[in-house]
């Protein structure tokens, strides 16, 4: 096949450094998510659906082929710790958590993580970020040590 072709959907999690509420104002949040999906855009992983609350975001994105989800997840916190600081006055000390999560999902799935990500202001109303980030380890049954998913 002399051509190299790939759909890979990952929906990543991460959160800010000790779950700080940075993002709490409305139009930083949403300024927030739309740097992400750009700078998702640039490294060719297209954005599907972001969001968040004030101390997390979700992104639903295509994974380029030639694009390690390591390497995407690093890119697009570093760009966008930078962007926010410049952006925005009183962000000096924001910053990203060290760790992520990073989940593939199948096409039939798009849909409904499309809704779960639209709707995490009601669902953060009723979970919190740990117990919706456990939720997830448990779904994709990746072992952890809960000494060291948080900082």
Known sequence: MPQSL???LIHTIFST?????????????????????????KLE??????????DHVHLLT????????AEFVKEVKRASSI???EEFEGYGRFQWQS????????????????????????????VSFQD??????RQHEIEYDERYVWD
């Open 45 to 54: 992983c297209n954005p599907i659906m972001i969001g968040g609350v004030e």
């Open 99 to 126: 760790g992520y999560g990073c989940f593939s999902i199948g096409q039939s799935q798009v849909e409904e993580i499309c809704d779960y990500i639209a709707n995490q202001e009601e669902h953060h109303k009723r």
């Open 62 to 69: 295509t994974l380029s082929r030639t694009c390690k989800p």
């Open 132 to 137: 919706e980030f456990r939720t997830f380890l």
């Open 83 to 85: 962007w926010i600081k």
């Open 17 to 41: 450094k000790n779950r700080e509420p940075f993002l709490r104002v409305s139009g930083v949040r949403t300024s927030m998510h739309g740097e992400l999906g750009g700078i998702a855009k």
């Open 6 to 8: 790939s759909r890979i």
